[in-house]
C-alpha cells in the first residue's frame, strides 16, 4: 500500500517517493538514496523542535486525564484546574513561537515555507487543545469527588452560622483596653 509513499519529515504525512515539495505543508523536500534528509534551516528546526515538545506535553496531559489514585477512595489524580492550566502553558509556548517568527519576519529572516508550515502545526495544535478542553470537561467525576463537593458545599452553608467560641471550643479571651 504504501510502497510508492514516504513520510514527510516536517509534517509526517505520507507523500509520494518522488516528490519534491510537500503536498500538505508546502515544505521542499531534499531526498537522498536512504529516502528524505532533514533540512538545514534554523526555522525548520525551531518549529520541529517547539512542536515536537508540545504534542508530548499534549500527550502528558492525555494520560494525566485518565489518572487516578487511591483504592477505596478513588479520585483523579489531577484536578481538572490543573490541566486547564497546562494546556494553558502549551497556548503561550504556541504564541511564544509565533512571537519569535514575527520577530524574524521583521528581520527579513523568515522563509514562506516556515511560516506556513508553523500555521499548519498552530492549528492542529490548537484544534488538539480545543479537543483536550472538551474532555478535562466532560471527564466524570468519581464517587468520591461527588461526596467531597457535597460536603464542601454543606460546610459552606453551615460554617458562616457557627460562632467562633463553639469552633475553637473555649472562649475567646477579652482584650483590656489601655
Given amino acids: 500500500m504504501f510502497l510508492f509513499s514516504a ?16 503536498k500538505h505543508c508546502q515544505a521542499s523536500i531534499n531526498r537522498t538514496e536512504k529516502g528524505f534528509e532533514n533540512c538545514e534551516d534554523e526555522g525548520i528546526q525551531y518549529l ?3 512542536f515536537s515538545k508540545i504534542n508530548a506535553e499534549c500527550d502528558t496531559i492525555e ?7 487511591g483504592f477505596v477512595f478513588i ?3 489531577y484536578s481538572a484546574d490543573d490541566l486547564h492550566d497546562a494546556a494553558g502553558r502549551i497556548e503561550s ?5 509565533r512571537d519569535d517568527l514575527e520577530e524574524w519576519e521583521s528581520e527579513n529572516k523568515l522563509t514562506a515555507q516556515v511560516k506556513q508550515l508553523f500555521n499548519k502545526k498552530a492549528g492542529d495544535v490548537y484544534h488538539r487543545l480545543e479537543a483536550l478542553h472538551f474532555e478535562i470537561e466532560r471527564r466524570e467525576p468519581t464517587w468520591w469527588e461527588k461526596v467531597c463537593t457535597v460536603f464542601k458545599r454543606i460546610m459552606a452553608k453551615i460554617l458562616p452560622f457557627l460562632s467562633l467560641k463553639l469552633i475553637a471550643g473555649k472562649a475567646v479571651p477579652k482584650t483590656i483596653a489601655a
Fill in 7 to 22: 513520510k514527510c519529515p516536517y509534517c509526517k504525512e505520507r507523500v509520494k517517493r518522488k516528490a519534491v515539495r510537500c
Fill in 48 to 50: 520541529k523542535n517547539g
Fill in 63 to 69: 494520560d494525566k486525564l485518565k489518572q487516578r489514585t
Fill in 75 to 77: 479520585k483523579h489524580q
Fill in 93 to 97: 509556548f504556541v504564541d511564544k513561537m
